[in-house]
């Protein structure tokens, strides 16, 4: 920006108080105007850094809330085996009527690792949240979900894959629920804490977050819609593809 500031001609001829007054009002009313120009725009810039870092927050937030409702509907499904398991060891002519149960109890775990790209690999994106606390307590939140797939989900299902869990009373009643009900226990309890923290360090309601998933529900609700027109039409090509050829 080119701002001249000129001296009055009355002032340059020696005209005494009144030029010096002109001149000093020219001189104040040229310092508001470069002072509003880059203040506004200094403004502008701030509000727009502000509203892409809540942005970022609650996105992040949103996928540790989901992850974490994932990992309690898990845990609870360990719990519940257990629970099935101590009936049949009490009464083992309950293991025909309850092993299916435990058969449908698999526990798992779903979630997609975009948010956790987008935020663990992005140097900007890090810089516009400006909070290393949250940073940090967001990648052992995450790494903490990759444990509980590896060490809770993923080891059952090995094992249970390899053995004979279902298949006979006692290997339905040897198989070691607890070490996985515990670990479950431990992982989630530490990721409910740094998701805790999380919400106080960036002043994020539970209502402000529900009010998220909603918008992305609905979001993601007019996609599937899209995704099922798509589907109808690639099908309806499909039929007709099949008549021209039935007619050759």
Same mark, same amino acid.
């Given at each position: 920006?080119?701002?001249?500031?000129?001296?009055?001609?009355? $002032?340059?001829?020696?005209?005494?108080?009144? #030029?010096?007054?002109?001149?000093?009002?020219?001189?104040?009313?040229?310092?508001?105007?470069?002072?509003?120009?880059?203040?506004?725009?200094?403004?502008?810039?701030?509000?727009?850094?502000?509203?892409?870092?809540?942005?970022?927050?609650?996105?992040?937030?949103?996928?540790?809330?989901?992850?974490?409702? #994932?990992?309690?509907?898990?845990?609870?499904?360990?719990?519940?085996?257990?629970?099935?398991?101590?009936?049949?060891?009490?009464?083992?002519?309950?293991?025909?009527?309850?092993?299916?149960? *435990?058969?449908?109890?698999?526990?798992?775990?779903?979630?997609?690792?975009?948010?956790?790209?987008?935020?663990?690999? #992005?140097?900007?994106?890090? &810089?516009?949240?400006?909070?290393?606390?949250?940073?940090?307590?967001?990648?052992?939140?995450?790494? &903490?979900?990759?444990?509980?797939?590896?060490?809770?989900?993923?080891?059952?299902? &090995?094992?249970?894959?390899?053995?004979?869990?279902?298949?006979? $009373?006692?290997?339905?009643?040897?198989? &070691?629920?607890?070490?996985?009900?515990?670990?479950?226990?431990?992982?989630?309890?530490?990721?409910?804490?740094?998701?805790?923290?999380?919400?106080?360090? *960036?002043?994020?309601?539970?209502?402000?977050?529900?009010?998220?998933?909603?918008?992305?529900?609905?979001?993601?609700?007019?996609?599937?819609?899209?995704?099922?027109?798509?589907? #109808?039409?690639?099908?309806?090509?499909?039929?007709?593809?099949?008549?021209?050829?039935?007619?050759?």
């Amino acid at each position: 920006m080119n701002i001249k500031l000129h001296t009055p001609k009355s $002032l340059k001829m020696g005209s005494g108080m009144a #030029s010096v007054k002109q001149f000093l009002l020219s001189l104040f009313a040229t310092t508001v105007s470069i002072a509003l120009t880059f203040g506004t725009a200094g403004f502008i810039d701030y509000k727009k850094k502000q509203s892409e870092k809540r942005e970022i927050v609650m996105m992040v937030m949103y996928d540790m809330y989901n992850s974490l409702k #994932s990992i309690e509907k898990a845990d609870t499904m360990i719990r519940q085996s257990m629970d099935i398991q101590r009936q049949i060891a009490e009464d083992s002519t309950l293991y025909d009527k309850l092993w299916f149960k *435990m058969a449908q109890l698999m526990p798992r775990v779903e979630y997609t690792e975009t948010t956790e790209r987008i935020f663990s690999t #992005s140097i900007e994106t890090i &810089n516009t949240v400006g909070n290393v606390l949250f940073t940090e307590s967001v990648a052992e939140f995450y790494q &903490n979900r990759q444990s509980y797939k590896a060490t809770v989900c993923d080891s059952v299902l &090995n094992e249970i894959t390899r053995g004979k869990l279902f298949t006979t $009373l006692k290997g339905t009643l040897d198989f &070691n629920y607890v070490q996985y009900a515990l670990t479950s226990c431990v992982i989630m309890k530490d990721m409910q804490q740094k998701y805790a923290q999380c919400k106080q360090m *960036m002043k994020v309601t539970d209502e402000e977050i529900e009010a998220y998933r909603r918008e992305r529900e609905q979001i993601e609700e007019g996609m599937s819609e899209d995704a099922a027109v798509t589907d #109808s039409l690639i099908n309806e090509i499909i039929e007709l593809q099949k008549k021209i050829d039935e007619a050759k």
